[in-house]
């Protein structure tokens, strides 16, 4: 399986990125005004806005090249979280657009968001 790609320092995002949880939970109501609720998955699932900047043509190009192997959000892959270093083996891309932004030599910058997947 793939992974997602490192920088040159190693990590796999910058500061500001934000990780989120998302739970997913189900509500059946009752005539009589009552309701139970029932948990969709065992654990929340994480989702990390990943903002990478300054970063040189090398770096750039290697995540757009990943981003088009996957098929944008088709393809799953391996990605390791930035906050805690936990390896979650079923990710994606959440969306099938990457913008790269080519300012000047060693000025390279994107912005994606990886969600992981049950």
């Not at 790269?100 to 912005?111: F, K, M, N, P, V």
């Amino acid at each position: 399986m793939a992974s997602f790609p490192t920088l040159k320092t190693g990590v796999v995002a910058q500061y500001p990125s934000d990780r989120t949880r998302r739970f997913s939970t189900r509500v059946f109501r009752f005539v009589d005004g009552g309701e139970q609720r029932f948990a969709g998955f065992g654990a929340p699932l994480k989702r990390w806005m990943i903002r990478l900047e300054l970063l040189d043509e090398t770096e750039l190009g290697g995540i757009e090249d990943f981003f088009v192997a996957q098929g944008g959000r088709a393809g799953t892959f391996a990605f390791t979280d930035p906050w805690d270093g936990t390896v979650h083996a079923n990710c994606s891309f959440e969306g099938d657009t990457l913008t790269a932004e080519y300012r000047g030599r060693g000025d390279g910058a994107t912005s994606l968001v990886v969600k992981e997947n049950r």
